[in-house]
């Protein structure tokens, strides 16, 4: 319920703090007093449109701050949970407008948006009004209250749930036909895609593998080139090119010539060039050994490296084709075989998926007319109670209808295969309208009171608001106007703003609210009100700008005080 109300700087009010208890608590004051400016404020607080009218004439800005303490298991907290805010005892709902007419918006002290003010102030405050009427009014809001009334929550939790299998296996089965659909435009494509891929065979990992192996490959290529270049140059095949042994030999007779032939025992004066060509002929042939053998020992293989080049281009041109990364060939083959497949066995898959949808649309139909029948009961009971509450509050004359009607199928919803509307026809032989367009301004607000007396038990906003639900009636009609804002008060917080003495009488709570001027300018006042001081309000309320003792004496009967 709605604990505590601060109000600073908005039109005639410059500071104001209010607090609210439970039951009923009522609003009077003379005409222009203020009291408009009071629901103004609260609707501010609530999320309503922002008006830089609002604020004081002299002063920035406005501001409004409604406080609320909501049961632990209210919506309200769901919704501030899911919006990421914390959910504490209290909630509380603040506005600011500045002069310019920009607003701010604030829920436990952190900053939201207007509408998200709005789905929050909604689920805590409802105000009835001669000119703007929510929630009852809403033709959207009419199966709630109907199922709340008198639907067991089993039947609208069924059709809820047949709603959301329904939609499921219709969504399988739109994506499977779409994807057939898809796949048979693309038959021809798709198979030679999978013709392709599936020759091509490619595996997980095998461009790194077959790069590791290229390089490898090349490199050996290389080395094995480095080894018999170097081997012909110390055995060159052409007889053109001797080579370096050769010339080694050639030096070393060209050395031998220096000694005589007929002096064997002559010394060589070129001994010790001589022994190092020598050497270098055995270093020469060891070399030669050598990188034969390391020829000999290379696996270099042209062919290899041709398979693993031809093998790894053509799998990035088949990646370079499909437009997607090598890695990804062998998931690519695998989702156009699923396709394929899908193409070739779609006829049974779709007719497995329509019997599924079939079969849920049959137990979605099936709960959503248990649904219907207990709402046209439940229908039948709402017509009978609100027409019981309608004479007392001169309305005898009108009949009230909850229509529930079905809608075609492209309508149905988790809600059930029907409409509900609140209708009504205020004189006999008219037939029943919407609510909003058959009643008058003041019918609309007694014809929403005698609705709130039935609907207030199943009803989670915890505070009513209604704005002059008595204007125009007095006498009888007035006292039951006053009698049944009390009962709906027993279950839920009740704020009435009111010019009726009978309906005054029934507060818990009086407050005053009061126009007076200071220093040249105009300021609106409240006061909450003792017993004397009620008293006197509701004998003014009966008597007008003098209060005599007839006054007082019939404000006492109306009180209960005696005198």
């Given at each position: ?500 003495p009978q309906v005054a009488a029934r507060g818990i709570s009086h407050l005053r609210v ?50």
């Amino acid at each position: 319920m709605l604990t505590a109300l601060s109000i600073r700087d908005v039109v005639l009010i410059e500071r104001l703090d209010l607090s609210f208890g439970a039951g009923l608590t009522v609003l009077t004051g003379e005409t222009g007093a203020g009291k408009s400016i009071l629901l103004d404020s609260l609707g501010l607080a609530l999320g309503a449109r922002a008006d830089a009218g609002l604020v004081r004439a002299g002063t920035e800005q406005a501001s409004v701050t409604a406080c609320f303490a909501p049961p632990t298991d209210h919506p309200v907290l769901a919704l501030l949970s899911e919006q990421g805010l914390q959910a504490e005892d209290d909630v509380v709902l603040r506005r600011i407008v500045t002069r310019d007419g920009r607003s701010r918006a604030f829920v436990n002290d952190q900053p939201v948006g207007v509408a998200l003010l709005r789905r929050v102030g909604a689920l805590l405050v409802e105000v009835q009004g001669q000119h703007e009427q929510m929630g009852l009014a809403d033709p959207s809001s009419h199966a709630g209250f109907l199922d709340q009334f008198g639907v067991p929550p089993a039947l609208r939790e069924a059709v809820g749930s047949a709603w959301r299998e329904w939609r499921g296996a219709l969504t399988k089965l739109n994506a499977a036909r779409a994807a057939i659909e898809s796949a048979a435009r693309d038959e021809e494509w798709l198979r030679h895609a999978v013709d392709e891929l599936a020759k091509l065979a490619p595996q997980e990992g095998e461009e790194d593998r077959l790069a590791a192996e290229r390089q490898r490959l090349q490199l050996g290529e290389r080395r094995a080139e480095a080894i018999a270049a170097a081997l012909s140059e110390l055995a060159p095949r052409d007889r053109r090119n001797s080579g370096p042994a050769s010339s080694l030999r050639s030096a070393s007779r060209a050395l031998q010539r220096l000694v005589p032939n007929n002096q064997p025992d002559a010394v060589n004066p070129a001994a010790d060039a001589m022994a190092a060509l020598e050497r270098a002929e055995e270093a020469l042939a060891e070399a030669e050994t050598l990188l034969t053998r390391l020829a000999n020992e290379a696996d270099a293989d042209p062919r290899l490296l041709e398979q693993a080049e031809e093998r790894l281009f053509a799998l990035r041109a088949a990646a370079r084709k499909h437009a997607v990364p090598v890695v990804e060939l062998p998931a690519l083959l695998d989702r156009l075989c699923v396709r394929l497949a899908a193409l070739n066995s779609g006829e049974a898959e779709i007719a497995e998926l329509e019997q599924a949808a079939r079969d849920g649309r049959a137990r979605y139909a099936a709960a959503a007319e248990a649904l219907s029948k207990a709402r046209q009961a439940a229908s039948a009971r709402l017509d009978k109670a609100v027409a019981k509450e309608l004479p007392p509050l001169r309305l005898d004359k009108a009949r009230f209808h909850a229509e529930v009607a079905p809608v075609p199928e492209g309508d149905w919803g988790p809600s059930g295969s029907d409409a509900v509307r609140f209708l009504i026809a205020t004189n006999p032989g008219q037939e029943p309208g919407p609510l909003a367009r058959i009643a008058s301004g003041g019918e609309m607000s007694r014809l929403m009171l005698a609705l709130k007396v039935v609907l207030s038990a199943g009803s989670v906003v915890p505070t009513l608001v209604f704005d002059e639900v008595d204007s125009g009636i007095g006498g009888a009609t007035a006292a039951a106007v006053g009698e049944r804002l009390a009962r709906v008060a027993e279950g839920l917080q009740v704020l009435v703003v009111t010019h009726s003495p009978q309906v005054a009488a029934r507060g818990i709570s009086h407050l005053r609210v009061a126009k007076a001027a200071a220093g040249g300018r105009s300021a609106t006042n409240v006061e909450i009100l003792d017993v004397a001081e009620r008293r006197e309000e509701i004998a003014r309320m009966l008597a007008g700008e003098k209060i005599t003792a007839a006054a007082r004496a019939a404000a006492d009967d109306l009180l209960g005080v005696v005198g």
